[in-house]
Each structure stands twice: as structure tokens, then as C-alpha cells.
Nanobody, 124 residues
Framework: RVQVVESGGSSVQAGGSLRLSCTVSGGTFDDYSMAWFRQVPGKEREGVASISWDAYVSYYRDSVKGRFTISRDNAKNTVYLQMDSLKPEDTANYVC?????????????????WGKGTLVTVSS
């Protein structure tokens, strides 16, 4: 059974940085494209960034381009989201997801396995 577990969420001031981590177990990590989503209560979940199994392809939603970077370490079964120049509107529960052999075409791919999320709060 594939499990997805996030960590790294915290409270920071606007302009600060955070790095989120997501570890996958129970499957062959190289088989999965990975993505970060975020959700605010009362709003729809939105894709933030996605990365292919070999890290050759990545996508970002427009509002985070130039500020967020997605990366992965296949030897550690881990995907990261480096978030810089954080803004209050980045406040959300950040959820990591894995998609089995999915060909990426956007920052919001259809995924198979989901974590529970890690909370990021950015204060002004």
C-alpha cells in the first residue's frame, strides 16, 4: 500500500522561506510523477507544482512561478517544495500526491495517492 507523508509546514512571516518534504513508501518511487497541491477551507484545491519521475519536466501555477521550486531525490523517495518570498495568500494546507506513470501536462495532474497535508501559515 502506497503511503504519502508530508512534513515541513510552519508559520512564517511574509517574505520568508520554507521547504516542504514528502516521502513515499510502499511503492517504487521512480514509477511516480509527484505534485504539490494546496487547499484553503471553503475553496477548491489547487495544483501548485508537479514534477516527472526523472525530474526532467516540471510545471508551476502562475502565482508561484519564480518563487517556488519543486525537486525530488529518488534515492530518498522524497519530493521537496522550496518556497521563497512567501506571501499571506500562500497560506494553506499543502498536500503531496503521487501519480503512477502519469505523463505530466500541467501543475494539476490527476493523481492516485494523497497525503494528509502540512499546514503553512504566512503572516503579514
Amino acid at each position: 500500500r502506497v503511503q504519502v507523508v508530508e512534513s515541513g509546514g510552519s508559520s512564517v512571516q511574509a517574505g520568508g522561506s520554507l521547504r516542504l518534504s514528502c516521502t513515499v513508501s510502499g511503492g517504487t518511487f521512480d514509477d511516480y510523477s509527484m505534485a504539490w497541491f494546496r487547499q484553503v477551507p471553503g475553496k477548491e484545491r489547487e495544483g501548485v507544482a508537479s514534477i516527472s519521475w526523472d525530474a526532467y519536466v516540471s510545471y508551476y501555477r502562475d502565482s508561484v512561478k519564480g518563487r517556488f521550486t519543486i525537486s525530488r531525490d529518488n534515492a530518498k523517495n522524497t519530493v521537496y517544495l522550496q518556497m521563497d518570498s512567501l506571501k499571506p495568500e500562500d497560506t494553506a494546507n499543502y498536500v503531496c500526491a503521487a501519480g503512477y506513470r502519469i505523463k505530466l501536462t500541467s501543475a494539476e495532474p490527476p493523481m492516485d495517492y494523497w497525503g494528509k497535508g502540512t499546514l503553512v501559515t504566512v503572516s503579514s
